[in-house]
């Protein structure tokens, strides 16, 4: 079984479009999205779930304003900030900028503050026509999000070993921060799919930079090559220089949209379209190698 | 006291910083001297590229201030360890090992609050960048850029921040993409979001999970949707549902894609381009007053 993480660098360059692509392609694979801020997989793949888990976040402490004796010893030692006074001169911790580190909770002198730890992020095991998807849906502005793409890879990775699938591919997030590390740490191949613009480049070189430092095996996808013709060229020039084999170019295609507007995979809207054979192809080099 | 506007999506590749900077253009232009735009998407900060003459006039660090375990002082009780919710302290007492993973730590401060050996002191470890530029003489771009390899985006971010402008009449936060903590952070003290979308369903889902956010941290925004004419009119009929201000609409030219692509956007703008600008710059004129 190999573990393949689709990633970017920079947002909405056609990960997901790819990845489900992919799907149509490839028999015997599972499924993970790793987006899980923002995961879309799911509008293609349709999942019908099986099995729904509770992922705890981070902790959140409160203040029980009948008990607090106003001493302030929370906010000088809080360095996050969090912890204000309201409009009715009380003691108040903002849930939003609490790092849920727990310190004030143990210093407060008469145990004023306590703690939950959030149980707002799920994550699930579902169907879909392409074959297990495990995927996740993060409550708005919750933290650890590197901590959850670890748990869904862990999932998908047990699923994928007891399936005897061939393939687990990986739905990257966009970035190079938490969430990205967590999506490329201990992977076994990275496809980059690139975008023809000067952000493009700019991000797959911070990616890159990164999947360096892991030393894990990398390939490339360009997407919307057509767009500027001097950008795809200074990404090929790069690529080059940085031993990255090129899967395929991808022209820029308002089908790809039409495709996602009717919930399909590009190979399912139109199995004969230049970007489905360009997408079939990659795969058929990928596996070549 | 400056006016603060964030600009996010939740989807990446929206246009979240093609917007942010042209408003700063418009507004530079046409409005006020006195703008700042910050670069909050610090995985992959962009904004820079689009100003071809910014003259850099200020270089920090951006530091983490990670603890260090003193062997000679330390005594392996491990209390240390009890207080640190992120797991960052490993301490072996047969083998006399206390070392911290800087990786995990969130500089909280409890373990030095809990070591009673005084064997705990913090030193500041960099995490990235933060640059000023000058932009026209007049506008200032202030870039928070991670440092590859840290996952400590959130940190950044928030120390980027500091370098906002207390006498600007107007700042831009560009903000990461997500719905995660980086993105609340950004968002925080604005005092307006603008919420880029593109009428997609991964935009449209994207989008509700970042009305969600904002309607939780209860700061009022608006929506721009880019790349209009493109998909379908879903996120129309939800924002009319809604009722969700769309403060413009910036159609999809592929010549303007492809000028976007070489980091050209401010020449040859397309003139219905422009005329949106001005009129979502009237329209946050009058949320500013």
Redesign the interface.
């Known amino acids: 079984m190999k573990e393949i993480t689709i990633l970017s660098?920079?947002?909405?360059?056609g990960k997901?479009s790819i990845t489900s692509a992919i799907a149509s392609i490839v028999s015997n694979a599972v499924f993970c999205d790793n987006d899980v801020?923002?995961a879309?997989l799911h509008?293609i793949l349709h999942p019908t779930i099986k099995e729904e888990y509770t992922f705890s976040g981070?902790?959140t402490a409160s203040i029980n304003e009948s008990s607090c004796i106003d001493c302030g010893i929370c906010t000088d030692?809080c360095?996050?900030d969090a912890i204000h006074i309201n409009g009715h001169g009380k003691l108040e911790i903002n849930p939003?900028?609490c790092?849920?580190?727990?310190?004030c909770e143990?210093?407060c002198p008469v145990q004023a503050i306590s703690s939950v730890q959030s149980n707002n992020n799920y994550w699930y095991v579902s169907d879909t026509r392409f074959g297990i998807l495990v995927h996740a849906r993060?409550g708005?502005?919750?933290?650890n999000?590197?901590k959850l793409v670890s748990e869904v890879r862990r999932k998908a990775k047990e699923l994928a070993i007891a399936s005897h699938a061939g393939y687990l591919i990986n739905d990257g997030?966009?970035?190079?921060?938490?969430?990205?590390?967590s999506s490329i740490t201990g992977t076994d191949m990275v496809i980059m799919v690139i975008?023809?613009?000067?952000?493009?480049l700019?991000?797959a070189r911070?990616l890159i930079?990164?999947i360096d430092?892991f030393s894990i095996p990398t390939y490339a996808i360009l997407n919307k090559y057509d767009?500027?013709p001097?950008?795809t060229e200074e990404i090929e020039d790069f690529l080059e220089e940085k031993s990255i084999p090129l899967l395929g170019k991808i022209p820029?295609d308002?089908r790809m949209?039409e495709a996602?507007?009717e919930?399909k995979t590009i190979v399912e809207f139109d199995d004969k379209l230049n970007i489905s054979r360009i997408i079939k192809d990659a795969w058929k080099k990928l596996e070549s190698y | 006291m400056p006016f603060k506007i964030a600009v996010a999506s939740g989807k990446g590749g929206t246009g979240k910083t093609t917007v942010a900077v042209s408003l700063f253009h418009f507004l530079l232009k046409e409005h006020t001297p006195n703008i700042q735009i910050i670069d909050c998407d610090v995985e992959e900060p962009n904004d820079l590229l689009f100003f071809h003459e910014a003259e850099a006039e200020s270089e920090h660090d951006a530091t983490q201030l990670i603890p260090v375990i003193d062997n000679d002082k330390c005594t392996y009780c491990r209390k240390c360890v009890g207080y640190c919710e992120f797991n960052a302290i490993v301490v072996i007492p047969p083998v006399n090992f206390a070392e911290v993973n800087s990786s995990l730590c969130h500089s909280c401060g409890a373990c030095i609050v809990a070591c009673e050996f005084g064997a705990i002191t913090e030193h500041p470890e960099v995490i990235g960048t933060i640059c000023n530029y000058r932009i026209d003489g007049h506008g200032i771009l202030t870039e928070g850029r991670l440092k590859v390899g840290s996952a400590m985006q959130t940190m950044v971010i928030k120390q980027v921040k500091q370098h906002a402008l207390k006498d600007a009449d107007v700042i831009i936060y560009d903000a990461p993409p997500g719905t995660s903590c980086p993105v609340v952070e950004t968002v925080a003290d604005a005092d307006y979001v603008i919420l880029v979308t593109e009428p997609t369903p991964f935009g449209l889902y994207d989008l509700t999970l970042t009305v969600d956010l904002l309607k939780e941290i209860r700061i009022p925004f608006g929506v721009i949707i880019n790349k209009a004419g493109v998909g379908d009119r879903k996120v129309h009929e939800f924002l009319l549902h809604e009722e969700i201000e769309i403060l413009g609409e910036i159609p999809f030219h592929r010549s303007y894609a492809s000028q976007y692509a070489k980091g050209e956007i401010f020449k040859n703008i397309p003139g219905e381009i422009e005329t949106q600008y001005e009129q979502i710059i009237q329209k946050l004129i009058v949320r500013s007053t």
């Open positions: 660098g920079k947002g909405g360059t997901t801020d923002a879309d509008l981070g902790w030692h360095r996050f939003f900028k790092e849920g580190c727990r310190l143990r210093l993060m708005p502005g919750e933290e999000s590197g997030p966009p970035g190079i921060g938490c969430a990205a590390i975008e023809s613009t000067i952000s493009g700019h991000d911070r930079e990164l430092t767009i500027d001097l950008s820029f308002d949209i996602m507007v919930g």
